[in-house]
């Protein structure tokens, strides 16, 4: 079963930077598209954003601006960039991944998850 792992969550204070990085061991990240997804609970989760395999991206609207996909294909990773961080951003955060750039946009349609990284934004 291809497992994706997601790291480099953590606490920071409102306006402050991180970078989350998205890995996997058994599928190719560059030849996918690749969606970044938040839930915090008692909500669904969401797409926050993606990279088609061709490079091009999209965001949700409250991010544009603020967070940016990237792709490093030597690494075999994705990372999400994201910087000028709001309490409201606070969650955790997961990636994955499909042939098919659409079904990102149909989180519940991936049959399993990886562990996600706790993002975590204080006023």
């Known amino acids: 079963q291809v497992q994706l792992v997601e790291s480099g969550g953590g606490l920071v204070q409102a306006g402050g930077s991180l970078r989350l990085s998205c890995t996997a061991s058994t599928v190719s990240l560059s030849t996918n598209a690749i969606g970044w997804y938040r839930q915090v609970p008692g909500k669904q989760r969401e797409l926050v954003a993606l990279?088609?395999?061709?490079?091009?991206?999209n965001a949700k609207d409250s991010v544009k601006g603020r967070f940016t996909i990237s792709r490093d294909n030597a690494k075999n990773t994705v990372y999400l960039h994201m910087s000028a961080l709001k309490p409201e951003d606070t969650a955790v955060y997961y990636c994955?991944?499909?042939?098919?750039?659409?079904?990102?946009?149909?989180?519940?349609?991936?049959?399993?998850w990886g562990q996600g990284t706790q993002v975590t934004v204080a006023s």
């Open positions: 990279i088609s395999p061709g490079g091009s991206t």
């Open positions: 994955n991944y499909d042939a098919h750039t659409p079904n990102l946009w149909n989180p519940s349609g991936f049959g399993s």
